[in-house]
């Protein structure tokens, strides 16, 4: 069956430090990879699209790399701040309907 | 630019009763999508609409969940009669194209409903 899995564990860092999410992906061949920002009691925001053509992608401090032989995609925010702190969500669009999203990873980041 | 607008915000109401969600999408957008997101988990799609037309509701619950779409603007989603498992935020969402799910997509605050 399909499914998307995005680390369930609350990911810790120091302020400055680089932050690496994970979405893996299985039974998927996605033209297109998504990440949103969540806070708590608010809608998701995007951040970032991929393609399937695209290696990498950045935006800023976002970095978003996409290997579709590992069905993997890592989401990366450079020098971390408190303010990055949210649940970050990756997103699937298979054939380009019915977007899926993954459980979402929390980030933590401390001053 | 104004953005999704939804309401209520929050709404309690007991299992059985029935309740209606409002969405006013962001102007000039085609697409309009409801997501239902449990406590933990990520939003799921229960509808998209491509203007006032329905491109995917298979996982709508078709038995106790409705919603329409009037004039290709506005949309409502409503739960009659609700269960305790409807508990959940409530998420309107729109883009700009006919493009469908590929495209960037604009939430709304949610709805979070209670069912008691």
């Known amino acids: 069956s399909q499914k998307i899995e995005q680390n369930s564990e609350a990911l810790n860092i120091q302020e400055g430090k680089t932050a690496t999410l994970t979405c893996n992906y299985t039974n998927y061949s996605p033209a297109y990879l998504q990440w949103y920002r969540q806070d708590p009691g608010r809608g998701p925001v995007f951040l970032l699209l991929?393609?399937?053509?695209?290696k990498e992608k950045r935006k800023e401090r976002l970095k978003v790399t996409f290997d579709t032989t590992l069905k993997q995609s890592l989401f990366h925010i450079t020098a971390s701040q408190p303010a990055d702190s949210a649940t970050y969500l990756c997103a699937l669009a298979p054939g380009g309907f019915k977007t899926i999203f993954g459980a979402g990873t929390r980030l933590f980041v401390k001053a | 630019e104004a953005g999704v607008a939804q309401s209520p915000r929050y709404k309690i109401i007991e299992k059985r009763q029935s309740v209606a969600f409002w969405c006013n999408p962001i102007s000039g957008h085609a697409t309009l999508y409801w997501y239902q997101q449990i406590l933990g988990q990520g939003p799921k799609l229960l509808i998209q609409?491509?203007?006032?037309?329905?491109?995917?509701d298979s996982q709508l619950p078709k038995d106790r969940f409705s919603a329409e779409r009037l004039k290709g603007v506005d949309s409502t989603l409503k739960i009659q009669p609700a269960k305790l498992e409807d508990s959940a935020v409530y998420l309107c969402a729109s883009s700009p194209s006919e493009r469908g799910s590929t495209d960037t997509q604009y939430f709304g605050p949610g709805t979070r409903l209670t069912v008691l």
């Open positions: 991929i393609r399937e053509n695209e």
């Open positions: 609409f491509q203007n006032n037309g329905v491109v995917d």
